[in-house]
């Protein structure tokens, strides 16, 4: 059995096998010493037969169990790369003894080898990590893993197969991994069921759902990795999960009025994001009894927005009702603008860069002492990025609060990558519990008891097999996070 650490490791390095490569090899162009981090860096852009290089250069300075594993490792990039007789070559260069876990990898290598080099054999459309037959049950990750969703369906990816080997070896479920960003959604479909496949994670992006939604023709069980629009319905045995801002607002406006505040104030971005944003928030402290009095949009393309804030506040109408005066009475006045004083609340939500121009302009403009909310995109865990976040609350998940499964996966990680390894951020804690939702969805009769301590936050389904997620607070204080208990419920 190999360490822990070694365990993790290779999760990251089978990712080589779940993706297509057609680029020419960014290892031929030079660069640092062979490293794993490299390897696996490779492996990110795509290239895998230049990580497979890396890989047989490890080998080259190892001996033993360590040069086998980094043999088979560089035998896996082949095949993914599509240079059978590189792997062949490489496969027939391991030495005994080799682990249990070793030889059992070799076999599938060899097994996997015999069929690519099988006359009239095709490419097939998605790779296998721990499969052990063609046609063998397994799940289908259907993801845009090339093309202009790519950085994010790697990162989902990575999670997806973390959870995958974090788990004990006997209840692992094999997944095949499909790239919806050189075939399209229906084909992937098809292909998947085709080829064994008793349950589909995926597609990643909105359009991609809305189009596995309407894919015709009988199919397993799919757990979609978005959220389809509120006017499509969604078919039978189709589940959406989703890290969605508009439930966020909706989770922000009920925090609003459990900590007694009814009226306030929305400033958002402008454009669809903020739009939505903004609806779902509306709705939702509507609906409890709040009011929003107020809202404004701001123009993201610009470091200024008084303009919107002083709107907003109607500290224009201060200062407009002051050059009245001055008017009336013939001299100039000293006077200092004034907010109005009916805001109980602000709720601004936007991305981490436009939150910090933002914030200190409202205190700037009279309301730093007007509670403030926002949903989690306002959030990096930077100290030095959130000195100017000072008082702003929102909800996050437990992969960037902290918590016990959190903390256990990031010291694996750790333990594992002590270099840093690939970017780990909430979409890595979204691909982790993708995965974990599948192995409790490939049961029958129990998609109405699901319910998980995930990264992404306590998971339950709604009635119309939607993921829930129940979310922490925090609030910021010098740059530094601070947990908020729950809200009253009185």
């Known amino acids: 059995m190999l360490p822990a650490r070694w365990m993790l490791r290779l999760a990251f390095a089978l990712l080589a096998s779940c993706s297509l490569s057609g680029c020419p090899s960014l290892a031929e162009r030079g660069g640092p010493p062979p490293s794993v981090d490299r390897a696996v860096a490779l492996e990110g852009y795509g290239d895998e037969a230049g990580a497979a290089r890396v890989y047989e250069d490890l080998a080259g300075q190892n001996t033993g169990a360590d040069r086998n594993g980094y043999l088979l490792r560089a035998a896996r990039a082949y095949l993914a790369a599509r240079r059978p007789d590189d792997a062949a070559r490489v496969l027939a260069s391991t030495e005994s003894p080799l682990s249990a876990e070793q030889g059992a990898e070799r076999a599938r290598l060899n097994a996997q080898l015999a069929r690519e080099q099988a006359p009239g054999r095709t490419a097939p459309l998605g790779a296998t990590p721990a499969n052990a037959g063609e046609n063998a049950p397994h799940i289908a990750l259907l993801l845009p893993v090339t093309g202009r969703a790519a950085a994010s369906a790697l990162s989902v990816r990575e999670g997806f197969m973390t959870a995958f080997y974090q788990g004990p070896a006997a209840q692992r479920v094999p997944v095949r991994v499909y790239d919806t960003g050189t075939v399209s959604v229906a084909d992937a479909v098809s292909a998947a069921t085709r080829e064994g496949a008793d349950f589909i994670v995926g597609p990643l992006t909105r359009e991609e759902v809305t189009a596995a939604a309407d894919t015709p023709g009988r199919h397993p069980p799919l757990l979609a990795l978005n959220f389809l629009p509120a006017e499509h319905s969604a078919p039978a045995q189709f589940y959406q999960y989703a890290l969605s801002p508009e439930d966020e607002a909706r989770l922000v406006a009920q925090r609003v009025l459990q900590d007694h505040h009814r009226r306030g104030v929305a400033i958002v971005p402008a454009g669809d994001w903020g739009t939505r944003v903004l609806a779902a928030f509306r709705q939702e402290l509507t609906a409890g009894g709040g009011e929003l009095i107020s809202s404004e949009a701001i123009d993201t393309a610009r470091t200024d927005f008084s303009s919107s804030i002083t709107a907003v506040l109607r500290i224009s109408d201060s200062v407009a009702r002051a050059r009245r005066l001055e008017s009336v009475l013939g001299t100039k006045l000293i006077s200092e603008p004034r ?18 121009l933002l914030r200190p302009q409202l205190r700037f403009h009279y309301a730093g002492d007007i509670a403030t909310y926002a949903t989690s995109d306002a959030f990096e865990p930077d100290p030095r990025a959130n000195q100017d976040l000072e008082g702003l609350m929102f909800p996050d998940m437990p992969w960037m609060l902290g918590g016990d499964l959190a903390d256990a996966v990031r010291a694996a990680a750790h333990d594992a990558w002590p270099s840093g390894g690939p970017h780990r951020g909430r ?64």
């Open 339 to 356: 907010r109005r004083n009916d805001i109980e609340f602000i709720f601004a939500p936007a991305q981490a860069n436009i939150e910090r």
């Open 427 to 490: 979409l890595f804690a979204f691909g982790f519990d993708a995965y974990r939702l599948a192995v409790a969805l490939r049961n029958p009769g129990v998609a109405g008891n699901v319910s998980i301590e995930g990264l992404t936050g306590r998971l339950s389904f709604d009635a119309e097999r939607r993921i829930r997620r129940e979310l922490g607070w925090a609030q910021l204080h010098n740059g530094e996070l601070r947990l908020l208990p729950a809200a009253s419920s009185d």
